[in-house]
């Protein structure tokens, strides 16, 4: 909790000196594997906080990487929803959301994350099956959301490109896994954590409010942005409506006709 504190408290300060607002979403990859680090290394390295660890740790290198890659750690890589935000707030009532909600809340919600790895730590049960399928399940998603990122990847860097020649371009993604799902990478990202809360009930944890907060918080929270960011998505292209209309908002199903 000192250093979850210690994050947030950092994060509301780069925020104020820089006047940029993603300081959180530059830690959001990096806390969680800290945190579920530091619960194995506290439980003594036992093989399922090790096995939580190591899938923590992966999809944390993958997000690192995919956000690196899109600019996010450079000087000015904020992300566009928070200059939309400021635009539609008041300074002071930006700040103190900033204060509140960006620095604070969601520095919080990482912490949540990572608390049923510190549940699993103080049960004794040993490794069973349903560990295998749940990081079956964890791997299968790391796939999907790694997938999902790379053909956004490199739909945008097309469309850059034909803009760039003078050439038209399609406004937005609709293929791939974009075809089943209109933000196939939320749903993988949201499911992950999920497991992340069952491995606790497979060890044997019954702290319900540790085990769920987060992961219910992170779907609410998920729920709120995607609204948000559609709502950009629709303001800038009309014909976004009609991709909403015969496509899944985020569980990967056949598209409507």
Known sequence: MLACAAVAASCWLLSVVTREYSWVDRVWSIAPVAYVGYFAWASGWTPRLVLIAALVLAWGARLTFNYARKGGYAPGGEDYRWAALREAMSPTAFQVFNFVFIAGFQNALLLLLSLPAWAAAR????LGWIDAALAFAFVVLLGVETVADQQQWRFQTDKRAALERGEPAQPFLTSGLFRYSRHPNFFAEQGMWWVVALFALAAGARDWAVIFAGPVILVALFQGSTAFTEALSLRKYPSYADYQRSTSK????????
Not at 123 to 126: E, K, N, Y
Not at 250 to 257: E, S, V
């Open 123 to 126: 049960q004794t049960t040993p």
């Open 250 to 257: 985020l569980i990967l199903w056949w598209p409507r006709r």
